[in-house]
């Protein structure tokens, strides 16, 4: 019975991708975003609840990336899309109903990125290229900005340019040749985990001075200190 319990919580993950999708279609983007951090919960979950039960499967593994492909896939493009779509203005005479559409670059790139996570093998311990949910938590992140930041936030994000910038910049990182850590304590040991300390920390506060907004800049502090980890330990 056990081996089925990480697999139920992946199924939730799925769940979760499917109902933020329903609410991005019908342009409820901050139901959308709340719900990508339900999905996001349940991937994380799934992992420790199978590492705990010692419950890892051939299936669980590709449930997984069955799983991630909807709620960190579909649902960020998705997002991205609707985005453009309120932009609704032409880029380099693009017609705007036909830049909405590259928005799903974003799914694109996942796909590959989860595709390539599957068959590496030196992502056993950190990663190689932006995690499709950091990503999608980016993206999911600037509806919420939108809703409840102010005008500059809302003159910043819904210009065009800077979404298509964002599409391009986030797909070339998801499958970018990008050392970066995991979130996975093997100890509690300052020496071994001082990066993921570091990290916590400034995300705590960032989040506690800029709340939703502090997301992209979490995102972006992770790839920074990943760089500095990965320069230290090559020097």
């Not at 109903?97 to 974003?106: E, S, T």
């Not at 210009?159 to 391009?168: D, I, K, Q, R």
């Not at 989040?207 to 330990?233: D, E, G, H, R």
Request: charged share 10%; with cysteine.
């Amino acid at each position: 019975m056990k081996k089925h319990i990480p697999n139920a919580i992946t199924c939730l993950n799925l769940f979760a991708g499917c109902l933020a999708l329903y609410f991005a279609f019908e342009g409820q983007l901050v139901y959308t975003a709340y719900l990508v951090g339900v999905a996001a919960v349940f991937d994380f979950l799934d992992g420790m609840v199978a590492r705990v039960l010692k419950a890892y499967s051939e299936i669980g593994k590709q449930l997984d990336s069955l799983a991630d492909m909807v709620s960190f896939g579909v649902v960020p493009g998705t997002i991205m899309f609707v985005l453009l779509q309120r932009a609704d203005a032409e880029v380099l005479g693009i017609p705007a109903y036909i830049v909405a559409f590259f928005g799903f670059l974003i799914t694109i790139f996942s796909a590959l990125r989860l595709a390539k996570f599957n068959i590496d093998t030196r992502q056993t311990t950190s990663f190689i290229g932006l995690p499709t949910p950091a990503c999608t938590l980016f993206v999911a992140s600037l509806p919420l900005i939108l809703r409840y930041g102010d005008l500059i936030h809302y003159e910043i994000i819904l210009n065009p340019l800077v979404l298509l910038v964002l599409t391009v910049l986030l797909s070339f990182l998801l499958v970018a040749e990008l050392p970066l850590f995991a979130l996975k304590f093997t100890n509690l040991t300052w020496q071994d985990n001082s990066v993921r300390f570091i990290f916590l920390g400034l995300s705590v506060i960032l989040v506690a001075l800029l709340k939703f907004a502090a997301i992209p800049l979490i995102i972006v502090l992770y790839i920074l200190l990943s760089i500095i980890k990965k320069t230290s330990q090559s020097s």
